[in-house]
């Protein structure tokens, strides 16, 4: 089944990793889609807040992101630009180590895991690597992240997914709705809108 249109905006319950909150807008203009998330939360007994833009091109592809955190170890801006075709720039420096991602992954975001889903459209059974520009929250460090996405039968309300992050010895699996956005997402965030 295809993904739907992407509804006006979204949230989700952080849980388990971190207590906190997310919420979405996203605005469509044509192919385009721009996304304006925040996230609250307390992690390890530190609260922070990530506030991002997210420009995306047609194919879901990212455009450029802005991430804003503030913490009680002070505020950090972030600026990502990507040319669509794997080559980064971060604050205006290129970054060959992260040349091949196509995708931004948010570690504050529960939404970003829909852009690498939406981006490679996958057939049930078929899997796709989708190596990431990773943005740790709250500190905004940036590293390359090597994911797997394996498209399992569809659920009930909407597509599923076998996720791998192999650095972090994690797997599981990722449940999206019709509109191709996470509802559950183990461990880490649970859909509320």
């Known amino acids: 089944m295809p993904f739907r249109a992407p509804p006006a905006s979204a949230a989700w319950r952080h849980r388990d990793a971190r207590a906190g909150f997310e919420v979405v807008f996203l605005h ?17 007994g530190e609260a922070w807040a ?12 990212t455009r450029s992101a802005r991430v804003v955190s503030r913490s009680a170890g002070g505020a950090r801006e972030l ?11 971060i604050d205006g420096e290129p970054v060959p180590e992260l040349d091949g991602c196509l995708d931004v992954d948010l570690e504050a975001s529960a939404f970003t895991n829909a852009l690498p889903v939406h981006r490679l459209g996958l057939a049930i059974g078929r899997a796709a ?6 943005v740790r929250a709250p500190g905004l460090h940036v590293e390359r992240l090597e994911q797997r996405y394996v498209r399992l039968d569809d659920a009930e309300h909407g597509q599923r997914y076998g996720y791998a992050a192999p650095r972090f010895r994690f797997e599981c ?12 997402y183990p461990g880490i965030a649970v859909r509320a809108a």
């Open 50 to 61: 990530v506030q991002y833009s997210i420009a995306l091109g047609s194919g879901w592809t």
């Open 129 to 134: 690597d989708a190596p990431a520009v990773y």
């Open 173 to 184: 699996e990722l449940s999206y709705d019709a509109h191709g956005l996470v509802l559950e």
């Open 28 to 44: 469509t203009d044509g192919d385009d889609l721009r996304v304006e998330g925040a996230t609250a939360a307390v992690e390890d």
């Open 79 to 89: 600026r990502i630009e990507g040319d669509g075709a794997g080559r980064w720039r």
